[in-house]
């Protein structure tokens, strides 16, 4: 209990430092957490669309009721294949503008329509191959009045070497990160050794052991990374709850829901907190103790 006391009295007296350096390590561990969270909401719509098999098939402007009659004849002959829906162009907009909610007023700056009409083609048999469903695609696409066809393994493949790319860049950046906490830390727990280094020279004369006078810098570090941690997790939170979309589907995709980190993520980031404060303090320590 001493220890805790001696530390929260070192942060008070010098809470200046001690807020700037805190509101710091949030802000390393909000940029860090915010590129687990799109991680984890790729993550989930990949494992979404993998269970699911579906094409877009896309009209070009000014298709006729008998083109279209063809096109859709010549779906439904389709293996498997189950006409799920037609969506004409304005409901296209209509529900382009429902998944923007609230940032869907730049879509009335549009002098036209730009979204094409398309048949959502769902199949019963999900066993299909890539190599099947690009045969489809290839052949729908020389169907009259057709313009283009995307099937959800297509978006997959996009969608996972995007995932991969965002991955990559989150350690990157993670690294770079914890490098700059790790900075922080130790740099904020060498002033407070300096503004106490008659106190801790008093210590020692009287026979302190060395672990006595250290542990409140420990805990202090540890103080700064879990307090930094706990802010950052609020803070992407709030902006979490505050965004107004919560499922996302366009142009016939499965629904995509945005969801925000599990338990063990959350965890996680807080850990990661702990361990940098504690390893920030050790090296601060390390230049004027002897472990």
Known sequence: MYYFKHAFESILGNRLIYFLSTGTICISLLLFGAFVLISANFSNWVQTWERSLSLSVYLEDGTGEEAKEEIRRTIEVLPGAQIKAYISKDQAMRDLAETLGSQAGFLEGLTKNPLPASYEVFFRNGDLSREELKEIKESLEKVHGVDEVQYSE???????????????????????????????VTNTIKLAIYSRRDEIEIYKLVGATDWFVKTPFLIEGAIQGILGAGVALSALFTAYSLFTVRTIQLFGLPVMDVIFLNTAQCALIALLGLVLGLLGSFVAIGRFFRF
């Open 154 to 184: 297509q978006w997959l493949e996009q969608i996972e070497g995007f995932v991969s790319i965002i991955r990559i860049l989150g350690l990157v950046v993670g690294g770079m990160l914890c490098v700059a906490v790790l900075f922080i």
